[in-house]
């Protein structure tokens, strides 16, 4: 089992910065794609960015230009660092780790003068 947890979420205005982090409880986040949901009320999930084991990046097009995936395997990290915050970023945020199919618990993110 693999324990993913994320955080970094909040409140925020804008056009604001933020940046997500996902943690994971074992080092087998360094040989897997790692991904970042969200969803949004009343939508479904969306992938937002994905990062494989190489390090290649895959962007949905409504971000593309604004969020960046990185990972960081010696802490077993993955991050989401998101600049130019619209309302419509509001959403759950979620960590999915592609071997196993293990998820987070989720980070709200809510944007908002």
């Known amino acids: 089992q693999v324990q993913l947890v994320e955080s970094g979420g909040g409140l925020v205005q804008p056009w604001g910065p933020l940046r997500l982090s996902c943690a994971a409880s074992?080092?087998?986040?360094?040989?897997?794609?790692m991904g970042w949901y969200r969803q949004a009320p009343g939508k479904q999930y969306e992938l937002v960015a994905a990062?494989?084991?190489?390090?290649?990046?895959n962007y949905a097009d409504s971000v593309k230009g604004r969020f960046t995936i990185s990972r960081d395997n010696a802490k077993n990290a993955v991050y989401l660092q998101i600049n130019g915050l619209k309302p419509e970023d509001t959403a759950v945020y979620y960590c999915?780790?592609?071997?196993?199919?293990?998820w987070g618990q989720g980070t709200q993110v809510t944007v908002s003068s």
């Open positions: 999915n780790m592609v071997i196993g199919d293990y």
């Open positions: 074992r080092s087998t986040l360094s040989q897997s794609a």
């Open positions: 990062i494989i084991s190489g390090g290649s990046t």
